[in-house]
């Protein structure tokens, strides 16, 4: 069948291939509505091959000398269109360069919280410093303070008595709970894990 162009279609105001295949739909079920036999049906179907073929090519077919129009319409654009693309492209432009600033505050705000997480741990860390700095400097002074008073007994006791001390030092047992007696002295005045920290860092 003829080929039917886009300002043929719009002439006609419909598409002619469908038209013609509704046509024949229609034809064909008043036929099947009527009881029509089968060599009718052929019948009807060799005609309209023929007429669709050979009749409606021309029937649907401007003449040479037609000269296309478009269709009057009562929508009519009057506005400046370039204007409105050239607005558009400007909040487009605008929206983007707003998301970009959004986006670099956003990664400002970023760095400061990620800072400021810093800051508090470097923060907690001092703290923590100079509590075992404070308890350090407590045990220091207490066992300094232990061993002064040791050489002030043995100073003051001279002669038969310090060597008896040495002796009964001598011994495991008597060795080992005066090391008990001064290490729980020691811990009454700070814990283990300020030993522990002040030994470490020695």
Do not use: W
């Not at 129009?69 to 269109?81: A, G, P, S």
């Not at 204007?83 to 929206?95: A, S």
């Amino acid at each position: 069948m003829h080929s039917i162009e886009t300002d043929e279609i719009e002439f006609f105001g419909f598409i002619p291939s469908c038209f013609i295949k509704e046509l024949k739909e229609n034809i064909i079920q008043t036929l099947n509505e009527n009881n029509a036999d089968e060599e009718t049906l052929k019948l009807f179907e060799k005609n309209f091959y023929i007429f669709e073929n050979f009749v409606l090519r021309n029937v649907f077919r401007f003449p040479v000398s037609f000269k296309f129009e478009r269709k009057i319409t009562d929508l009519r654009i009057e506005e400046n269109v370039q204007k409105k693309i050239n607005e558009y492209l400007r909040l487009v432009k605008e929206e983007t360069s707003i998301i970009r600033e959004k986006q670099i505050f956003q990664n400002k705000l970023d760095i400061q919280k990620y800072k400021y997480n810093e800051y508090l741990q470097i923060n907690k860390i001092e703290k923590e410093m100079d509590n075992l700095l404070d308890s350090s400097i407590k045990m220091v002074n207490y066992v300094q303070s232990v061993s002064e008073m040791r050489d002030t007994f043995l100073k003051s006791n001279c002669g038969k008595n310090n060597t008896d001390l040495y002796k009964m030092m001598e011994h495991k047992e008597i060795r080992n709970n005066v090391y008990k007696n001064e290490l729980k002295e020691l811990l009454e005045k700070a814990n283990i894990e300020d030993f522990q920290r002040f030994i470490k860092n020695l």
